[in-house]
């Protein structure tokens, strides 16, 4: 780990952030939004967990956005790549030792709601962790018990809808389920999701969150809907739709993250 941070500090040379935004499936083209950004592709990384998924860029973005220092991850490790519900322990350990205070996670989410369609963007106000993993199992300390009463933190929720509030931009407010993946749900766990207080269905994020409330990270969460879950049309759900579709939400989540991040620095600058 030393030797990961290390590198990541002399190459971000005098940029020190305190906030971080993971990127989702097809969200890459926020990093273009970075002002003088820097890219560190984890490969330049020893020992640091790569995602094989397409879609996913895979690297470290530095940067800042009105002003205010910001480091991205376009790309991350999933659940169903290794079956290790552990995997992002490291990369988020990482950023903590960094500096990093506010994690921001996005992804891209099925939605089981008639009322969100594909391009909506769902602040993710709670989580359902409906896989029956923990990234804790196995950890000894007693901070394994780590609270989720207020895991989504309710003061960056209001800066998120402050910001889409500023910018005209629609934001959904939901529960976001998580599936371990990588096979889609059927349209019975679809069903099963919405009657248990599902509003957004996807493959990652949740394991992101316990870690990072663990770690004391405040966390805010994002998704955007790439498709209606399965069953709610005739079609069928693909990878490919979700990194065509993502983009567009992706679009509506950029600007509402910008806003959110400008008046964060102004406020704690
Ligand atoms: N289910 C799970 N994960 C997803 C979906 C979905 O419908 N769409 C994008 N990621």
Known sequence: ???????????????????????????????????????????????????????????????????????????????????????????????KALGIEVLILTNAAGSVRDDMPPGSVMQITDHINFSGENPLIGEESDARFTGMTNAYDPDLAVAMRSAAERTGTPLHQGVYMWFSGPSFETPAEIRMSRILGADAVGMSTVPEVIIARFLGLKVAAASVVTNFGAGMTGNEITHAETKEMAPIGGKRLATILKDMLASEGQRHG
């Open 1 to 95: 780990m030393k030797a990961i941070l290390d590198s990541l500090k002399a190459r971000l040379g005098g940029l020190a952030p305190r906030h971080a935004v993971i990127l989702g499936s097809g969200l890459g083209s926020l990093v273009e939004a970075l002002n003088d950004p820097v890219r560190i592709p984890y490969r330049d990384l020893p020992g640091f967990p790569q995602s094989a998924v397409s879609g996913h860029a895979g690297e470290f973005v530095g940067g800042t956005l009105s002003g205010v220092p910001v480091l991205m991850m376009s790309g991350r490790i999933h659940y169903y790549e290794k079956g290790n519900a552990a995997a992002m322990r490291l990369p988020l350990e990482v950023l």
